[in-house]
């Protein structure tokens, strides 16, 4: 009863949320100038999205860049979901995944000291990070379909801009190769 009858905590979570859209709104101004291929960024405005229930819990979400076709993937997604943290994740699949594997595959060493790890989950949308989704390397080019993502704890809120434009940028460094 306590809850329900004080909107503060609402309005907390709320404010939360607006903070991380104006985060990733600044994110994705500042990640527009950094050089990209034109052909992954071309008439590709950033994409900002919010919902409430990813595994009942609110979320916020930057594609940029951002392909998705039906055959064909080509994403880096950066997420903030409550209660665990943000993440940064490149997802490819088609002829983006047969492009991109061999320059990731070796830039592995690369990757892992910047935090990533290799999803391995079968279903291409699972965005948690655990023992049962993310991990080594040794799982590469099991799917039809490719995520290698990095975490950023939500203890270091304070850091998270720099942080994740951190890791933004050692993608977009593969992808540039």
């Keep these: 009863m306590r809850l329900v009858t004080d909107p503060a905590w609402i309005l907390t979570k709320n404010s939360i949320v607006r903070k991380v859209v104006n985060l990733f709104a600044?994110?994705?101004?500042?990640?527009?100038?950094?050089?990209?291929?034109?052909?992954?960024?071309?008439?590709?405005e950033?994409?900002?999205?919010?919902?409430?229930?990813?595994?009942?819990?609110?979320?916020?979400?930057?594609?940029?860049p951002r392909i998705f076709g039906r055959e064909d993937v080509l994403a880096?997604?950066?997420m903030f979901w409550w209660?665990?943290?943000?993440h940064v994740t490149l997802h490819l699949k088609?002829?983006?995944?047969?492009?991109y594997l061999p320059v990731i595959?070796?830039?592995?060493?690369?990757?892992?000291?910047?935090?990533?790890e290799?999803?391995?989950?079968?279903?291409?949308?699972?965005?948690?990070?655990?023992?049962?989704?993310?991990?080594?390397?040794e799982r590469l080019g099991e799917r039809d379909f490719l995520k290698i993502s990095a975490r950023c704890d939500l203890n270091r809120w304070a850091e998270s801009q720099e942080i994740l434009t951190g890791k933004f940028m050692v993608l977009m460094g593969i992808l540039g190769s």
Excluded: C, N, Q
């Design 105 to 116: 595959m070796e830039r592995r060493d690369e990757l892992t000291a910047a935090g990533f």
């Design 83 to 86: 209660g665990h943290s943000f």
């Design 46 to 64: 950033p994409k900002i999205s919010k919902g409430e229930k990813y595994k009942g819990l609110p979320w916020v979400m930057l594609d940029y």
């Design 26 to 44: 600044g994110l994705s101004a500042e990640w527009r100038r950094i050089p990209a291929p034109e052909a992954l960024v071309a008439g590709r």
């Design 94 to 99: 088609g002829r983006y995944l047969r492009l």
């Design 76 to 78: 880096i997604r950066t």
């Design 118 to 137: 290799v999803g391995f989950s079968e279903d291409e949308w699972e965005h948690e990070h655990s023992v049962d989704t993310y991990g080594g390397w």
